[in-house]
């Protein structure tokens, strides 16, 4: 059977395996899964923010460089991104309940020997393998979660999932400062072998294998190996693109080298017995729109909070604890509105709500555009919490659209997809922000420099003064009088809040695109199939 015949026999025929019974147990029982896989999927999610309060000392303890801390980052980030959407065919393949749990286990145990690494290298080689083993992980969650809980009840249980994530993902530059500053660095990664073994106890009692009819029994292995090349050379790009220049021939070639790949891939599929991705999937408008959706999305969200985390810690003076806790309202409003957001989606559908989220996102990102140096904690509280309600329907609503739209044997590819748009779409938006930022800088240091009437900057001090006000850090040198200092850290902050403002800007416009792409989102087409998935 073809890939576009299996796809279309799912879309027509979603009731051809049996309803389950309720379960009796714990074993197989819907609410108690969610709360297992839960449990890992917060691992991965604070990983993504955590690390980044223990760089400074991890680079300190081990003597690393620059270039060093950033390979602890981009390791972890290019790993996850390039496997998602393969790690969720593994799933499709031999079942969510044992890929989940070989995710739970591998990710524990490299955050184990990461915390016991005596050099970088070994640090950057095992994050290598987090991010490998949390791509086996995190599509593996959502397709336990499709094939478990009943159409009417997927979106709530959604809901908590995207609420895990999200307060992960926010609570992650809290919980690194508390560890980091009262602790180690170390217990940043000591801290996942615990809930580890917990999420793999409950896994092994809770967690039932659930597998469509018409699973997937090859591999594509040319479709897997073109999709990680696209896939590396694209999210590659990103993150090298602001130190080469955008404009730089590396960074073209990477591009230019991910779109042919990209297109490689896209013929490739046709000619596959079981291809890695039916492009079939795409002819559902939903499906595509909640990828795009959720690309856009992240762009906003991660870029913005890209540039929150330096603004509350370079230009404010706040401890990364106390910046952490400033970001509350929008951690705390990610949790209260996930789940109501999971409900509005069960009855009304999820477009009104995915088009009102990115709306209160978009003007979210308008209001902070207009952040200043003195900006009242209240004022930038009302913005946070506007942006979690915001992100909060989103974060549900494209995950729904995405995984119910797509047939129920492709369950593991599409919450790789789910996974992969939001990785690509938070380096996006990374790195197009922080190009904003750079140029903003470029601009307009010179002359705010000068009409503080300070000393002038040679070329090459310009520049370095520039990549230090990027981030929202005076460049202020060591005998520097006190009074020529303040006026310096006043042009540093003043130039760096006026790009963070631009780039700010930029973010609410795609908010804006977003909202537009929401309209052509609709409720799932195979969401009632996850409901009879076939028990083993």
Request: overall charge neutral; proline content about 5%.
């Amino acid at each position: 059977m073809t890939s576009q015949t299996t796809v279309d026999k799912a879309s027509r025929e979603p009731h051809d395996t049996v309803a389950p019974a309720p379960a009796k147990g714990l074993r197989g029982h819907p609410w108690l899964t969610l709360f297992s896989v839960a449990i890992g999927v917060m691992m991965v999610a604070l990983d993504g923010t955590i690390v980044a309060i223990a760089n400074p000392a991890i680079q300190q303890d081990l003597n690393a460089s620059l270039a060093d801390v950033q390979w602890i980052t981009n390791g972890y980030m290019l790993a996850l991104a390039v496997s998602l959407i393969t790690a969720g065919k593994l799933g499709d393949r031999f079942g969510h309940r044992q890929t989940f749990l070989i995710g739970v286990v591998g990710f524990a145990a490299a955050s184990g020997a990461i915390g016991v690494s005596d050099s970088v290298a070994l640090v950057i080689v095992f994050r290598v393998l987090q991010g490998l083993f949390g791509a086996l992980l995190m599509p593996a969650a959502l397709g336990l979660l499709r094939a478990t809980f009943p159409a009417e009840k997927l979106n709530m249980a959604i809901g908590i999932w995207g609420m895990v994530i999200g307060a992960s993902t926010a609570g992650g530059p809290i919980l690194g400062g508390v560890l980091v500053e009262h602790v180690s660095w170390q217990s940043v990664f000591f801290i996942n072998v615990p809930v580890g073994v917990i999420a793999l106890l409950l896994g092994l009692v809770i967690l039932k294998d659930h597998r469509a009819e018409n699973a997937p029994r090859s591999f594509d292995i040319g479709g897997i190996v073109l999709l990680s090349q696209a896939m590396f050379c694209l999210i590659w790009a990103l993150i090298k693109g602001s130190e080469w220049g955008w404009g730089d021939y590396k960074t073209l070639g990477f591009l230019g080298a991910a779109v042919a790949l990209f297109v490689v891939f896209a013929l490739s599929q046709k000619n596959v017995r079981e291809p890695l991705i039916p492009l079939a999937m795409f002819r559902s408008v939903p499906l595509s729109a909640g990828a795009v959706l959720m690309v856009l999305m992240a762009f906003a969200f991660m870029g913005g909070l890209f540039f929150v985390t330096f603004y509350l810690q370079n230009v404010h003076g706040l401890s990364p604890v106390d910046s952490g806790l400033h970001l509350l309202p929008l951690t705390g409003m990610m949790i209260v509105a996930s789940p109501l957001a999971g409900a509005m989606i069960t009855k009304f559908g999820p477009r009104v709500p995915l088009v009102g989220g990115m709306v209160c996102t978009a003007v979210a990102m308008f209001g902070m555009s207009q952040l200043e140096i003195g900006t009242s904690t209240l004022t930038m509280s009302i913005w946070f919490g506007l942006l979690g309600l915001g992100l909060a329907p989103v974060m549900v609503g494209a995950t729904e659209v995405i995984v119910g739209n797509a047939p129920m044997e492709l369950s593991g590819v599409a919450g790789g997809l789910q996974q992969a748009a939001m990785q690509v779409g938070g380096s996006l938006g990374t790195a197009v922000l922080g190009a904003v930022m750079a140029s903003q800088v470029d601009s307009k240091l010179a002359d705010n420099w000068k009409a503080a009437e300070l000393p002038p900057l040679s070329p090459q001090q310009l520049d370095q003064a520039s990549s230090a006000v990027e981030v929202g850090i005076p460049p202020v040198g060591g005998n520097v009088p006190p009074e020529v200092a303040g006026k310096i850290a006043g042009v540093a902050h003043d130039t760096f809040v006026s790009g963070m403002s631009t780039a700010f800007m930029v973010a609410g416009i795609v908010a804006v695109v977003a909202a537009l792409v929401a309209t052509l989102t609709k409720r799932g087409a195979n969401a009632e199939a996850g409901a009879g998935a076939g028990h083993i």
